[in-house]
């Protein structure tokens, strides 16, 4: 489940429906494409002199025009490729769009353009998959050639030094000529026993019969002659497939990496035993479309999930022979790190707690952020990397290298967290001549840059109180880019950095939201960038030059609202040094005042490790425009970063470990009262609402804080932790039987008996993330402890993240209403 962003939002970005060119034959002229309003939904149109409406907010968002998404370069750098959403659809489609000229729509048959190159070593050739088939081309574009054709879908793929291309499908490695056409099978892996053709008999029975019997010993003579005769073919025929190199039955295949020469195979393994669900852990559908419940197979709870080491292991394709990896090499491999924590468990049941050392779980890293392998071979093959990770106890990151020959690990960086290591931040890889490699490591309590030279001391290209991210080395070797709030916690750029020097230049000042890419020349970026009241655009820009729009895909209804953008705000704590940012909505008119104070809505998002309160567009633009309706019905809103929260760095971050639930609701308080001292609201007029881990923060303020909240929706909220999933749950409260304490203390249905005020709880049937269920146990809960002031709404259709406008629309007037009864 660690590919789940977990707890979050539903980042479905508002996707483009701009007016396109569609590419079309030679022989006829370009017609221009455009969607108009009688293509959507009818709904009532917004404009700047009409109120907000929930009905137009919870609409489709086509209305909103749909914005690019998935951008790529083209090989030449002459234009980008972007997908965009149909308009009443769910499809998708596919366009061009030249960095002069109009985008065109490209048909079916260019779709395979739509991909990732990767460039050979000399920079000549280009390859991708595309549809599990592997394609070639020039590295500018030309030429492009289909290399295979098959519904057996290409795992993985790379270039060696000559040029020739390395594939795996499942547990076999191939190499392909591009210019002949020619594949053939490198190696391939079998978990299973090797057979032995004569071998030697080992039991007294066999023994006596191949001495008595002459047609059995026969039998043992002509096998032997005939693996003799195979093991000689093997050794001059170069036409035979090579042996395969047999595994552990009883283990499966999780990774296999060649290096690019294709002599040596990192192959990663597991134990076939265990699953990320149980037998028992379903969803059930009740609105099947047979007429019967379905029972849908779900994921495991954190309380029961079995997490298996892997074991990793280095395969000589040349000579045959395998090297099995130790982790002896890794410092801290079976150290106890969670002593503390099981005597302080132990001891609250009156018991002991001998610590003693344990060999950890360790797997390859896994990052729910990055796009690149935790296996990561120097440029010319001769030297190997790998990030693991203690799986089990989430306390340490190791980065590595390998003896090629023997196996060996060499520790060349730890990180060690007393919390947990951070699951995303984790880019590493070689410096483009091979002397070292570059990572990013929160240890200095914010995602920075380092080198590490292989023998040497680790320096740091990056330094501050800023968030590095989205790392990208240049050809040269000698400049990264990257992407980094330093200016403001909430205001992203693209940097770069001298590799040798430490020079840190802003390649970019757009004051907003910022992704890229860095163009094949490395001479421009293609951004795709947004701000407060703007979803997001692609703009090109000559490095060391100024940005240009590329595409403009807001609907003009959108655009011509004069939207509140939220003003993004530092407001003080009294529990750290730091301020707590958000994002505050000042109400339009005083319809709502008493005795000259204001009503407000707090709303916390989702995911616990997500930004919200920065100056770029948001996940959660439904909730945006929601914000501007309160605020122009009299409402003050806060959309606030509490603590956890993504973006300020590794004590924020961890300020959550064994203790979920209560930082965040204290940082909402001191927000209720810089509120009334700064926007005149009423401390007793103060509701809250948030969905997924926000839902659970209104579960949290209610039930603990009783005293400063009058009311709170809930949306598809955790109410117990020891039932939501391993991947999350386990790095900030350990697990269940190790640490009962923490989850015990950070559970909503542990203090259910503190509900005084109204409660709206609502929840997806269908949601595989956060399951219904855990809705389920916490009414019967508070029906136990006869508590009058709650209501549920239950959606049958909906997964974790609502698709339906109407679910939306009656998730959100059940949310006014009930901040209008209660607030009012």
């Given at each position: 489940?660690?590919?789940?962003?977990?707890?979050g939002?539903?980042?479905?970005?508002?996707?483009?429906?701009?007016?396109?060119?569609?590419?079309?034959?030679?022989s006829q002229?370009p017609?221009?494409a455009?969607t108009t309003?009688?293509?959507?939904?009818?709904?009532?149109?917004?404009?700047?002199?009409?109120p907000l409406?929930l009905k137009?907010i919870?609409?489709n968002p086509?209305?909103?025009g749909?914005?690019?998404?998935?951008p790529?370069?083209?090989?030449d750098g002459?234009?980008?490729y972007y997908?965009?959403?149909q308009?009443?659809s769910k499809?998708?489609?596919?366009?061009y769009?030249?960095l002069?000229?109009?985008?065109?729509e490209?048909?079916f048959?260019k779709?395979?353009?739509?991909?990732?190159?990767?460039?050979?070593?000399d920079?000549s050739?280009a390859?991708?998959?595309?549809?599990?088939n592997?394609?070639v081309?020039?590295a500018d574009?030309?030429?492009?050639?289909?290399l295979?054709r098959?519904s057996?879908s290409i795992?993985?793929f790379?270039?060696?030094q000559d040029n020739a291309l390395?594939?795996?499908?499942?547990?076999?490695?191939f190499e392909?000529?591009?210019?002949?056409?020619?594949?053939?099978l490198k190696?391939?892996?079998?978990?299973?026993q090797a057979?032995q053709?004569?071998?030697t008999p080992?039991t007294y029975?066999a023994k006596?019969?191949?001495?008595?019997?002459?047609?059995v010993?026969?039998?043992y003579?002509?096998?032997?002659a005939?693996a003799?005769?195979q093991?000689?073919?093997?050794?001059?025929?170069?036409?035979l497939?090579?042996?395969?190199?047999?595994?552990?039955?009883?283990e499966?295949?999780?990774e296999?990496s060649p290096?690019?020469?294709?002599?040596?195979?990192?192959v990663?393994v597991?134990?076939?035993?265990?699953?990320w669900r149980?037998?028992h852990d379903i969803m059930?559908?009740?609105?099947?479309?047979?007429g019967?419940?379905d029972a849908v197979p779900?994921?495991a709870?954190v309380?029961?999930a079995?997490?298996?080491?892997?074991?990793l292991m280095v395969?000589d394709?040349q000579?045959g022979?395998k090297?099995?990896i130790s982790w002896?090499?890794l410092?801290?491999?079976?150290?106890?790190v969670l002593a503390?924590?099981k005597q302080?468990?132990a001891?609250?049941?009156?018991?002991?707690?001998e610590?003693?050392?344990e060999?950890r779980v360790?797997?390859?890293m896994?990052?729910w952020?990055?796009?690149?392998s935790?296996?990561q071979?120097s440029?010319?093959?001769?030297?190997l990397?790998?990030?693991?990770?203690a799986?089990?106890?989430?306390?340490?990151r190791?980065?590595a290298?390998?003896?090629?020959?023997?196996?060996?690990?060499?520790?060349?960086?730890r990180?060690h967290d007393?919390?947990?290591?951070n699951?995303t931040?984790n880019?590493?890889?070689w410096?483009?001549?091979g002397?070292a490699?570059?990572?990013?490591?929160?240890?200095?309590?914010?995602?920075q840059?380092?080198i590490k030279?292989l023998?040497?001391k680790?320096?740091?290209?990056t330094?501050?109180?800023?968030?590095?991210?989205?790392?990208?080395?240049n050809?040269?070797?000698?400049?990264?880019?990257?992407?980094a709030?330093?200016n403001h916690?909430g205001q992203y750029?693209v940097?770069?950095?001298?590799?040798?020097?430490?020079?840190?230049?802003?390649?970019?000042d757009?004051?907003?939201g910022?992704?890229?890419?860095l163009?094949p020349?490395?001479?421009q970026l293609?951004?795709?960038?947004?701000?407060?009241?703007?979803p997001?655009?692609?703009?090109v820009?000559?490095?060391?030059?100024s940005?240009?729009?590329?595409?403009h895909?807001?609907?003009?209804?959108?655009?011509?609202?004069?939207?509140q953008a939220?003003?993004i705000v530092?407001?003080?704590s009294s529990?750290?040094?730091k301020?707590?940012?958000?994002?505050i909505?000042?109400?339009?008119?005083?319809?709502?005042?008493?005795?000259?104070k204001?009503?407000?809505v707090?709303?916390?998002?989702?995911?616990g490790?997500?930004?919200n309160a920065h100056?770029g567009?948001?996940?959660?633009f439904r909730?945006?425009?929601f914000h501007?309706?309160?605020?122009q019905?009299g409402?003050?809103?806060m959309d606030?970063?509490?603590?956890?929260?993504k973006?300020y760095?590794?004590?924020?971050?961890t300020?959550?470990y064994?203790?979920m639930g209560?930082?965040?609701?204290?940082?909402?308080?001191?927000?209720?009262?810089w509120?009334?001292?700064?926007?005149?609201?009423?401390k007793?007029?103060?509701?809250?609402?948030?969905?997924?881990?926000?839902g659970?923060?209104?579960?949290?303020?209610?039930?603990t804080?009783?005293?400063?909240?009058?009311a709170?929706?809930?949306l598809?909220?955790v109410?117990?932790?020891?039932h939501?999933?391993y991947?999350?749950?386990s790095?900030?409260?350990?697990?269940?039987?190790v640490d009962p304490?923490?989850?015990?203390r950070?559970?909503?249905?542990?203090?259910?008996?503190?509900?005084?005020d109204?409660?709206l709880?609502?929840s997806?049937?269908?949601?595989?993330?956060v399951?219904f269920q855990d809705?389920?146990?916490?009414?019967?809960r508070?029906?136990?402890?006869?508590?009058?002031s709650f209501?549920t709404a239950?959606?049958p259709?909906e997964?974790?993240?609502?698709?339906e406008p109407s679910?939306w629309?009656d998730?959100?007037?059940?949310?006014?209403?009930?901040?209008?009864?209660n607030?009012?």
């Amino acid at each position: 489940m660690k590919k789940w962003i977990g707890l979050g939002v539903s980042l479905s970005l508002v996707t483009a429906c701009a007016s396109v060119t569609p590419l079309a034959p030679e022989s006829q002229a370009p017609k221009t494409a455009t969607t108009t309003a009688a293509q959507l939904t009818p709904v009532a149109t917004l404009t700047s002199e009409t109120p907000l409406t929930l009905k137009r907010i919870m609409a489709n968002p086509d209305w909103m025009g749909n914005a690019p998404q998935n951008p790529l370069w083209a090989a030449d750098g002459k234009g980008v490729y972007y997908w965009q959403k149909q308009a009443n659809s769910k499809l998708y489609q596919a366009f061009y769009q030249p960095l002069n000229g109009q985008a065109m729509e490209l048909p079916f048959a260019k779709w395979n353009q739509m991909e990732h190159k990767q460039l050979s070593q000399d920079g000549s050739l280009a390859a991708w998959l595309y549809e599990g088939n592997l394609f070639v081309s020039q590295a500018d574009g030309s030429n492009a050639r289909q290399l295979t054709r098959d519904s057996d879908s290409i795992d993985g793929f790379r270039f060696t030094q000559d040029n020739a291309l390395l594939f795996w499908k499942g547990q076999k490695l191939f190499e392909l000529n591009p210019s002949s056409g020619l594949t053939r099978l490198k190696t391939e892996l079998v978990f299973g026993q090797a057979p032995q053709p004569g071998k030697t008999p080992d039991t007294y029975l066999a023994k006596q019969q191949r001495r008595l019997i002459q047609y059995v010993d026969q039998q043992y003579l002509n096998a032997e002659a005939k693996a003799k005769q195979q093991a000689q073919r093997q050794q001059q025929d170069g036409s035979l497939a090579p042996k395969p190199f047999y595994l552990n039955a009883s283990e499966r295949l999780v990774e296999l990496s060649p290096s690019p020469s294709g002599r040596y195979l990192m192959v990663v393994v597991t134990d076939k035993e265990g699953s990320w669900r149980s037998d028992h852990d379903i969803m059930p559908n009740y609105l099947d479309k047979r007429g019967y419940v379905d029972a849908v197979p779900a994921r495991a709870r954190v309380a029961e999930a079995v997490v298996n080491p892997h074991r990793l292991m280095v395969l000589d394709t040349q000579t045959g022979s395998k090297a099995d990896i130790s982790w002896e090499g890794l410092p801290g491999f079976d150290e106890d790190v969670l002593a503390k924590v099981k005597q302080e468990n132990a001891e609250r049941d009156g018991g002991s707690y001998e610590s003693k050392p344990e060999l950890r779980v360790i797997r390859l890293m896994q990052d729910w952020g990055w796009q690149q392998s935790a296996i990561q071979w120097s440029p010319k093959g001769d030297q190997l990397a790998v990030m693991l990770e203690a799986a089990a106890d989430n306390k340490d990151r190791w980065l590595a290298t390998v003896d090629l020959a023997s196996g060996k690990l060499t520790n060349q960086h730890r990180l060690h967290d007393d919390a947990w290591v951070n699951y995303t931040h984790n880019e590493f890889g070689w410096k483009r001549d091979g002397s070292a490699l570059y990572y990013l490591s929160e240890e200095s309590g914010y995602s920075q840059l380092y080198i590490k030279p292989l023998n040497g001391k680790a320096r740091a290209l990056t330094q501050g109180e800023f968030v590095v991210s989205q790392v990208t080395q240049n050809q040269a070797g000698d400049r990264f880019f990257f992407k980094a709030n330093v200016n403001h916690p909430g205001q992203y750029e693209v940097f770069s950095v001298d590799s040798q020097s430490g020079e840190l230049r802003q390649e970019t000042d757009l004051k907003g939201g910022i992704d890229y890419q860095l163009s094949p020349d490395e001479q421009q970026l293609l951004l795709t960038a947004s701000s407060r009241t703007r979803p997001p655009e692609l703009f090109v820009q000559p490095v060391g030059g100024s940005s240009t729009q590329l595409t403009h895909t807001v609907s003009d209804e959108f655009a011509a609202y004069p939207w509140q953008a939220g003003d993004i705000v530092a407001l003080p704590s009294s529990h750290q040094d730091k301020p707590v940012y958000a994002r505050i909505y000042r109400p339009n008119n005083d319809s709502k005042v008493k005795e000259g104070k204001y009503p407000a809505v707090i709303f916390t998002h989702g995911a616990g490790y997500l930004q919200n309160a920065h100056f770029g567009w948001s996940g959660y633009f439904r909730e945006f425009m929601f914000h501007n309706l309160l605020a122009q019905q009299g409402y003050v809103v806060m959309d606030i970063d509490y603590r956890g929260s993504k973006g300020y760095g590794r004590d924020w971050r961890t300020a959550t470990y064994r203790n979920m639930g209560h930082s965040e609701v204290a940082d909402m308080i001191d927000g209720i009262d810089w509120m009334a001292d700064t926007l005149s609201v009423d401390k007793d007029r103060v509701g809250t609402y948030g969905g997924s881990y926000g839902g659970f923060l209104t579960f949290m303020a209610l039930f603990t804080k009783a005293e400063h909240f009058q009311a709170g929706a809930a949306l598809r909220p955790v109410t117990d932790w020891a039932h939501y999933n391993y991947g999350y749950t386990s790095n900030i409260l350990n697990t269940p039987d190790v640490d009962p304490i923490a989850y015990e203390r950070s559970s909503p249905i542990e203090f259910a008996q503190g509900l005084e005020d109204p409660l709206l709880i609502m929840s997806g049937v269908l949601d595989d993330n956060v399951f219904f269920q855990d809705s389920v146990r916490l009414v019967q809960r508070l029906i136990e402890l006869e508590k009058p002031s709650f209501e549920t709404a239950i959606y049958p259709i909906e997964p974790h993240g609502f698709r339906e406008p109407s679910s939306w629309l009656d998730e959100y007037r059940r949310i006014y209403k009930l901040m209008e009864t209660n607030l009012n």
